[in-house]
């Protein structure tokens, strides 16, 4: 868990999915708004599906900010020291 380069690649696959969530999220929202809902769905089986979209975003931000946090307190790797005299 410690490898900040795949630590970090785990971050952005996490934020791709919460991207891609969140998309999807508005899909269902802008069916919901416009009625189009009705085209493919009946009633129940579409707010079931809203509410399961919902709750996805939901856990994809959660599982982002649990990430942030914990790599907000890993230590920050130093710089290499530059050695002026060797030039």
């Known amino acids: 868990m410690t490898d900040r380069p795949a630590f970090r690649k ?3 696959l996490a934020a791709k999915w919460r991207d891609f969530a969140e998309k999807r999220r508005d899909c269902f929202a802008q069916l919901h708004h416009s009625g189009r809902w009705e ?3 009946d009633k129940q089986t579409f707010l079931a599906q809203k509410h399961d979209v919902g709750e996805i975003c939901d856990r994809w931000a959660m599982i982002l900010e649990q990430h942030r946090r914990v790599l907000r307190t890993l230590p920050q790797p130093e710089a290499p020291a530059v050695d002026r005299d060797a030039a």
Do not use: C, N, R
Request: zero cysteines; charged letters at 15%; proline letters at 0%.
């Open 10 to 12: 785990l971050g952005k």
């Open 39 to 41: 085209l493919y769905y």
